[in-house]
C-alpha cells in the first residue's frame, strides 16, 4: 500500500476545509449542495489536498446550523489517492472550518 494512504488510514488526523476562493462557511454550504468538497489533511508535506465526492447516505448534516456557522458536518464520500481506492471521513467544525479525519482503504 502507498506510505501517504497507510498513514492517513491510521487514526484521526488534523483536516481543514479547502475552499476558495474564500474560506467561508457559505462557500462550504454550496460545496456540500454540489455533493462535491475539497479536504486538506494538514499535517503532511505540504498539506494533502483531495477532493471528495459525498456519499448523502453516509454523511450527516444534521448537527450543522450554517446560518450561525455554529455545529459539525460528518462528510464522507469515496475518490483514489495514489491509484487506491478510499473513503474518506471527516469530521468539521462549523465554527474553523477545521476537524479532523482519516482514509479508509476500499476493497475491491
Do not use: W
Not at 6 to 16: D, F, I, M, T
Not at 61 to 71: Q, S, V
Request: aromatic share 4%.
Amino acid at each position: 500500500m502507498n506510505e501517504l494512504v497507510q498513514r492517513l488510514s491510521q487514526g484521526n488526523h488534523p483536516v481543514e476545509a479547502s475552499l476558495r476562493p474564500e474560506k467561508t462557511i457559505a462557500a462550504l454550504k454550496e460545496s456540500i449542495d454540489r455533493g462535491y468538497v475539497h479536504i486538506k489533511f494538514t499535517q503532511t508535506k505540504g498539506g494533502t489536498d483531495l477532493g471528495v465526492r459525498l456519499d448523502p447516505k453516509a454523511s450527516n448534516l444534521k448537527e450543522a446550523d450554517f446560518e450561525h456557522e455554529a455545529g459539525k458536518v460528518h462528510l464522507v464520500g469515496n475518490l483514489t489517492l495514489n491509484y487506491i481506492k478510499v473513503r474518506c471521513i471527516a469530521d468539521i467544525d462549523l465554527k474553523t472550518l477545521e476537524g479532523s479525519g482519516h482514509l479508509e482503504p476500499i476493497e475491491e
